[in-house]
Protein backbone atom coordinates (compact mmCIF):
# COMPACT_ATOMS: atom_id res chain seq x y z
CA UNK A 1 0.00 0.00 0.00
CA UNK A 2 1.69 3.22 -0.75
CA UNK A 3 1.64 5.73 1.83
CA UNK A 4 1.34 9.39 0.72
CA UNK A 5 4.60 10.53 2.74
CA UNK A 6 5.99 8.83 -0.30
CA UNK A 7 4.94 11.71 -3.11
CA UNK A 8 3.78 14.38 -0.26
CA UNK A 9 5.28 16.34 2.55
CA UNK A 10 1.43 17.26 3.98
CA UNK A 11 0.60 16.42 7.31
CA UNK A 12 -2.31 14.21 7.96
CA UNK A 13 -3.44 11.47 10.58
CA UNK A 14 -2.58 7.96 10.50
CA UNK A 15 -4.87 5.23 10.18
CA UNK A 16 -5.35 1.17 9.25
CA UNK A 17 -6.56 -0.83 6.30
CA UNK A 18 -6.20 -0.15 2.66
CA UNK A 19 -8.32 2.75 2.50
CA UNK A 20 -5.89 4.97 4.77
CA UNK A 21 -2.80 5.80 2.69
CA UNK A 22 -1.90 8.89 4.79
CA UNK A 23 0.98 8.39 7.31
CA UNK A 24 0.70 11.26 9.79
CA UNK A 25 4.07 12.47 10.42
CA UNK A 26 3.89 14.66 13.95
CA UNK A 27 6.64 16.58 13.18
CA UNK A 28 6.45 19.91 11.81
CA UNK A 29 8.08 19.80 9.05
CA UNK A 30 5.52 17.29 7.34
CA UNK A 31 3.11 20.28 7.47
CA UNK A 32 5.16 22.27 4.68
CA UNK A 33 4.61 21.93 1.23
CA UNK A 34 7.00 22.40 -1.42
CA UNK A 35 10.46 22.35 -3.46
CA UNK A 36 14.21 22.52 -4.59
CA UNK A 37 17.07 23.74 -6.27
CA UNK A 38 18.86 23.15 -9.56
CA UNK A 39 19.03 23.39 -12.76
CA UNK A 40 17.56 24.72 -15.20
CA UNK A 41 17.33 27.81 -18.39
CA UNK A 42 14.60 26.78 -19.46
CA UNK A 43 11.43 28.58 -20.22
CA UNK A 44 8.36 28.41 -20.87
CA UNK A 45 5.67 30.84 -22.70
CA UNK A 46 5.38 33.03 -19.78
CA UNK A 47 9.31 32.97 -19.04
CA UNK A 48 8.63 30.36 -15.79
CA UNK A 49 11.85 28.63 -15.76
CA UNK A 50 11.39 24.68 -15.16
CA UNK A 51 13.72 21.65 -14.39
CA UNK A 52 11.89 18.96 -15.80
CA UNK A 53 8.57 17.72 -18.07
CA UNK A 54 6.36 14.92 -17.95
CA UNK A 55 4.24 14.51 -21.19
CA UNK A 56 4.61 18.39 -21.73
CA UNK A 57 3.14 19.14 -18.47
CA UNK A 58 6.18 21.22 -16.67
CA UNK A 59 7.78 21.09 -13.42
CA UNK A 60 8.77 24.20 -12.23
CA UNK A 61 11.84 25.76 -10.82
CA UNK A 62 10.39 27.56 -7.78
CA UNK A 63 8.41 24.67 -6.55
CA UNK A 64 11.66 22.46 -6.98
CA UNK A 65 13.55 25.35 -5.23
CA UNK A 66 10.59 25.43 -2.55
CA UNK A 67 11.04 21.73 -2.35
CA UNK A 68 14.32 21.57 -0.98
CA UNK A 69 14.73 23.72 0.91
CA UNK A 70 12.35 22.53 2.77
CA UNK A 71 14.12 18.58 2.90
CA UNK A 72 16.96 19.91 3.19
CA UNK A 73 15.98 20.82 6.82
CA UNK A 74 15.54 16.87 7.51
CA UNK A 75 18.99 16.18 6.39
CA UNK A 76 21.50 15.74 9.30
CA UNK A 77 24.38 18.31 8.86
CA UNK A 78 27.13 15.48 8.63
CA UNK A 79 25.30 13.96 5.33
CA UNK A 80 25.24 17.33 3.74
CA UNK A 81 29.07 17.19 4.11
CA UNK A 82 29.76 14.52 2.40
CA UNK A 83 31.06 14.58 -1.29
CA UNK A 84 28.50 13.93 -4.17
CA UNK A 85 25.85 14.37 -1.33
CA UNK A 86 24.11 17.24 -2.22
CA UNK A 87 23.83 15.89 -6.37
CA UNK A 88 22.35 12.70 -5.45
CA UNK A 89 19.95 14.59 -2.73
CA UNK A 90 18.71 17.02 -5.48
CA UNK A 91 18.13 14.53 -8.24
CA UNK A 92 16.14 11.97 -5.40
CA UNK A 93 14.18 15.11 -4.79
CA UNK A 94 13.84 15.92 -8.60
CA UNK A 95 12.59 12.37 -9.01
CA UNK A 96 9.49 12.43 -6.42
CA UNK A 97 8.36 15.25 -8.23
CA UNK A 98 8.48 13.66 -11.18
CA UNK A 99 6.08 10.77 -9.94
CA UNK A 100 4.12 13.17 -8.18
CA UNK A 101 3.12 14.77 -11.65
CA UNK A 102 3.10 11.29 -13.32
CA UNK A 103 0.67 9.90 -10.79
CA UNK A 104 -1.21 13.75 -11.04
CA UNK A 105 -1.61 13.23 -14.76
CA UNK A 106 -2.91 10.06 -14.57
CA UNK A 107 -5.56 11.04 -12.06
CA UNK A 108 -6.60 13.65 -14.45
CA UNK A 109 -6.90 10.69 -17.17
CA UNK A 110 -9.61 8.97 -15.05
CA UNK A 111 -10.88 12.17 -13.93
CA UNK A 112 -10.58 11.72 -10.33
CA UNK A 113 -11.17 14.81 -8.17
CA UNK A 114 -12.07 15.75 -4.61
CA UNK A 115 -14.93 17.69 -3.97
CA UNK A 116 -14.92 21.06 -1.30
CA UNK A 117 -16.93 19.41 0.96
CA UNK A 118 -14.66 16.39 0.95
CA UNK A 119 -11.89 18.68 1.32
CA UNK A 120 -13.11 20.45 4.08
CA UNK A 121 -14.24 17.05 5.79
CA UNK A 122 -10.58 16.26 5.95
CA UNK A 123 -9.78 19.35 7.29
CA UNK A 124 -11.66 19.17 10.37
CA UNK A 125 -10.34 15.78 11.19
CA UNK A 126 -6.93 17.07 10.90
CA UNK A 127 -7.76 20.08 13.19
CA UNK A 128 -9.85 17.97 15.63
CA UNK A 129 -6.19 15.12 16.22
CA UNK A 130 -4.08 17.94 16.61
CA UNK A 131 -6.95 20.63 18.80
CA UNK A 132 -5.91 23.92 19.67
CA UNK A 133 -2.91 23.93 18.34
CA UNK A 134 -3.80 23.21 14.67
CA UNK A 135 -3.95 27.16 13.65
CA UNK A 136 -0.65 27.52 15.79
CA UNK A 137 1.45 25.55 13.38
CA UNK A 138 0.78 27.70 10.64
CA UNK A 139 2.04 30.44 12.18
CA UNK A 140 5.04 28.67 14.04
CA UNK A 141 6.31 27.10 10.62
CA UNK A 142 5.91 30.14 8.61
CA UNK A 143 3.19 28.12 6.00
CA UNK A 144 0.55 29.06 3.65
CA UNK A 145 -2.16 28.00 4.65
CA UNK A 146 -4.01 28.12 1.40
CA UNK A 147 -0.70 26.25 -0.43
CA UNK A 148 -1.40 23.89 1.99
CA UNK A 149 -4.93 23.49 1.77
CA UNK A 150 -4.32 23.01 -2.23
CA UNK A 151 -1.37 20.34 -1.09
CA UNK A 152 -3.72 18.19 0.75
CA UNK A 153 -6.46 18.41 -2.20
CA UNK A 154 -3.61 17.02 -4.40
CA UNK A 155 -2.92 14.53 -1.84
CA UNK A 156 -6.40 13.21 -1.44
CA UNK A 157 -6.75 13.12 -5.28
CA UNK A 158 -3.58 10.75 -5.38
CA UNK A 159 -5.01 8.72 -2.15
CA UNK A 160 -8.06 7.82 -4.77
CA UNK A 161 -6.34 7.01 -7.33
CA UNK A 162 -4.18 4.81 -6.19
CA UNK A 163 -7.46 3.23 -4.40
CA UNK A 164 -9.23 2.96 -7.45
CA UNK A 165 -6.64 2.34 -10.34
CA UNK A 166 -4.47 -0.16 -7.47
CA UNK A 167 -6.06 -1.65 -4.22
CA UNK A 168 -9.30 -2.28 -5.77
CA UNK A 169 -8.04 -4.87 -8.38
CA UNK A 170 -6.40 -6.75 -5.56
CA UNK A 171 -8.10 -10.35 -5.09
CA UNK A 172 -7.48 -12.43 -2.55
CA UNK A 173 -8.36 -16.50 -2.22
CA UNK A 174 -8.89 -18.11 0.61
CA UNK A 175 -6.22 -20.39 -0.33
CA UNK A 176 -4.04 -17.81 -0.24
CA UNK A 177 -5.34 -16.52 3.91
CA UNK A 178 -4.64 -20.10 4.76
CA UNK A 179 -1.61 -20.62 3.51
CA UNK A 180 0.34 -17.58 4.85
CA UNK A 181 -1.86 -18.35 8.81
CA UNK A 182 -0.24 -21.90 8.34
CA UNK A 183 3.26 -20.59 7.75
CA UNK A 184 2.80 -18.04 10.38
CA UNK A 185 1.27 -19.05 13.12
CA UNK A 186 3.89 -17.61 15.85
CA UNK A 187 3.56 -14.51 14.22
CA UNK A 188 -0.46 -14.55 15.41
CA UNK A 189 -0.26 -16.26 18.84
CA UNK A 190 -1.42 -13.81 21.46
CA UNK A 191 1.90 -13.03 23.86
CA UNK A 192 0.61 -12.29 27.56
CA UNK A 193 -0.36 -8.70 27.61
CA UNK A 194 -1.59 -5.79 30.20
CA UNK A 195 -4.17 -2.84 29.90
CA UNK A 196 -2.18 -0.38 31.67
CA UNK A 197 -2.57 3.22 32.36
CA UNK A 198 0.15 5.38 33.73
CA UNK A 199 0.70 8.99 34.82
CA UNK A 200 3.93 10.68 34.47
CA UNK A 201 5.66 13.67 36.11
CA UNK A 202 8.60 15.58 36.12
CA UNK A 203 10.02 15.06 39.59
CA UNK A 204 9.69 12.84 42.99
CA UNK A 205 8.00 15.06 44.45
CA UNK A 206 4.87 15.90 41.83
CA UNK A 207 4.82 11.80 41.50
CA UNK A 208 4.15 11.44 45.34
CA UNK A 209 1.48 13.88 45.68
CA UNK A 210 0.03 12.27 42.92
CA UNK A 211 -0.02 8.72 44.69
CA UNK A 212 -1.53 10.21 47.74
CA UNK A 213 -4.26 11.56 45.51
CA UNK A 214 -4.70 8.48 44.14
CA UNK A 215 -4.64 6.71 47.42
CA UNK A 216 -6.99 9.19 48.79
CA UNK A 217 -9.75 7.93 46.21
CA UNK A 218 -9.72 9.92 43.55
CA UNK A 219 -10.24 8.14 39.94
CA UNK A 220 -6.93 7.57 38.31
CA UNK A 221 -8.48 9.39 34.86
CA UNK A 222 -8.98 12.62 36.38
CA UNK A 223 -5.07 12.70 37.89
CA UNK A 224 -3.56 11.61 35.11
CA UNK A 225 -5.43 14.56 33.03
CA UNK A 226 -4.30 17.01 35.67
CA UNK A 227 -0.60 16.18 35.97
CA UNK A 228 0.55 13.84 33.38
CA UNK A 229 2.76 14.72 30.96
CA UNK A 230 2.74 12.11 28.90
CA UNK A 231 0.42 12.00 25.73
CA UNK A 232 -2.12 9.81 26.39
CA UNK A 233 -3.02 12.23 29.77
CA UNK A 234 -5.72 13.12 27.75
CA UNK A 235 -7.07 9.67 27.36
CA UNK A 236 -6.74 9.73 31.27
CA UNK A 237 -3.25 7.87 31.09
CA UNK A 238 -4.81 4.98 29.32
CA UNK A 239 -2.05 3.02 27.30
CA UNK A 240 -3.82 0.60 26.32
CA UNK A 241 -2.93 -3.25 26.00
CA UNK A 242 0.45 -3.41 26.37
CA UNK A 243 3.11 -6.56 25.72
CA UNK A 244 6.43 -7.91 27.51
CA UNK A 245 8.96 -5.97 26.74
CA UNK A 246 7.49 -3.01 24.94
CA UNK A 247 8.81 -0.76 27.69
CA UNK A 248 11.97 -0.34 29.68
CA UNK A 249 12.83 -1.71 33.15
CA UNK A 250 12.21 -1.13 34.80
CA UNK A 251 8.76 -0.11 33.84
CA UNK A 252 8.02 -3.40 32.02
CA UNK A 253 8.79 -5.31 35.21
CA UNK A 254 6.48 -3.12 37.48
CA UNK A 255 3.74 -3.63 34.98
CA UNK A 256 3.94 -7.12 34.82
CA UNK A 257 4.24 -8.10 38.61
CA UNK A 258 1.57 -5.43 39.66
CA UNK A 259 -1.68 -6.93 41.16
CA UNK A 260 -5.14 -5.51 39.36
CA UNK A 261 -6.43 -2.39 40.08
CA UNK A 262 -3.44 -1.49 42.56
CA UNK A 263 -1.20 1.88 42.75
CA UNK A 264 2.14 0.86 42.09
CA UNK A 265 5.32 2.58 43.52
CA UNK A 266 7.23 5.45 41.91
CA UNK A 267 9.22 4.10 39.02
CA UNK A 268 11.66 6.33 37.61
CA UNK A 269 13.06 6.32 34.34
CA UNK A 270 14.90 8.63 31.74
CA UNK A 271 11.31 10.35 30.56
CA UNK A 272 10.34 11.02 34.48
CA UNK A 273 8.68 9.66 37.30
CA UNK A 274 5.88 6.90 36.55
CA UNK A 275 2.77 5.70 38.55
CA UNK A 276 1.06 2.84 36.90
CA UNK A 277 -2.29 0.88 37.57
CA UNK A 278 -3.03 -2.66 35.77
CA UNK A 279 -6.98 -3.20 34.86
CA UNK A 280 -6.52 -6.27 32.74
CA UNK A 281 -4.19 -8.68 32.26
CA UNK A 282 -4.48 -11.25 28.92
CA UNK A 283 -2.62 -14.28 28.74
CA UNK A 284 -0.38 -15.34 26.47
CA UNK A 285 -1.81 -18.22 23.57
CA UNK A 286 -2.06 -19.85 20.17
CA UNK A 287 -5.01 -18.21 18.05
CA UNK A 288 -6.72 -19.92 15.27
CA UNK A 289 -7.28 -18.76 11.76
CA UNK A 290 -11.16 -17.62 12.60
CA UNK A 291 -9.66 -15.37 15.54
CA UNK A 292 -7.09 -13.43 13.57
CA UNK A 293 -8.67 -14.37 9.55
CA UNK A 294 -8.95 -9.95 9.91
CA UNK A 295 -5.35 -9.50 10.93
CA UNK A 296 -4.29 -12.15 8.04
CA UNK A 297 -6.05 -11.03 5.23
CA UNK A 298 -5.21 -6.82 5.86
CA UNK A 299 -1.08 -8.40 5.86
CA UNK A 300 -1.79 -10.07 2.92
CA UNK A 301 -3.00 -6.83 0.71
CA UNK A 302 -0.38 -4.98 2.42
CA UNK A 303 1.89 -6.46 0.86
CA UNK A 304 0.11 -6.98 -2.52
CA UNK A 305 -0.64 -3.58 -2.78
CA UNK A 306 2.72 -2.96 -2.25
CA UNK A 307 3.64 -5.14 -5.04
CA UNK A 308 1.23 -3.44 -6.99
CA UNK A 309 1.56 0.11 -6.64
CA UNK A 310 5.48 -0.42 -7.54
CA UNK A 311 4.33 -1.92 -11.00
CA UNK A 312 1.73 0.19 -11.33
CA UNK A 313 4.59 3.16 -11.10
CA UNK A 314 6.60 1.63 -12.90
CA UNK A 315 4.49 0.89 -15.99
CA UNK A 316 2.84 4.45 -15.55
CA UNK A 317 6.73 6.04 -15.53
CA UNK A 318 7.82 3.37 -19.28
CA UNK A 319 4.69 5.10 -20.42
CA UNK A 320 5.38 8.65 -19.55
CA UNK A 321 7.66 10.94 -21.65
CA UNK A 322 10.02 12.11 -19.01
CA UNK A 323 12.84 15.05 -19.49
CA UNK A 324 14.95 16.15 -17.04
CA UNK A 325 17.08 19.50 -17.98
CA UNK A 326 20.21 18.64 -16.87
CA UNK A 327 22.15 22.52 -17.22
CA UNK A 328 21.39 24.96 -14.99
CA UNK A 329 22.64 27.88 -16.53
CA UNK A 330 22.87 26.75 -20.16
CA UNK A 331 20.15 24.36 -20.44
CA UNK A 332 22.32 23.00 -23.32
CA UNK A 333 21.19 19.34 -22.54
CA UNK A 334 18.32 17.50 -22.13
CA UNK A 335 18.03 13.85 -20.31
CA UNK A 336 15.09 12.21 -21.72
CA UNK A 337 13.40 8.62 -20.28
Same mark, same amino acid.
Given at each position: ? !??????????????G?????????????????S?? !??S??????????????????? !?????Y???????????????????????????? =??????????????????????S???L?????? !?R??????????????K?????????????M???? /???????????I?????????????N?????????V???? =???M????????? /?????????????????????????????????????????????P?????????????????????????R???L?D??G???????????????????????????????????????????
Open positions: M !IKMGRYSDNFSESGGSGHIFIIGRVLLCLVLGM !IVCDKFDGSARPYVATVNDAK !IYLDEQARLDKKIHMVPEEFLNQPGYMEKFEEE =VLDLMIVEKVMSLRAKELNISVNDEENKIRE !IGDYGEDFAGLFAAGINYEKWKAGLKEEILQR /LVALDVNAKIKSEDEIEGYFNARRHYKTDLRARFQIV =VGDAAAEKAVER /LKSGEDFAKVAADVSISPEARRGGDLGFITRWIMPEPLDKTIFSLLNTISPVVQSPYGFHVFKVTEMQRAETNAVRDVTADIRLQKEEVAYRAWLDDLRRKAVITKVSDIKTGKSDKKH
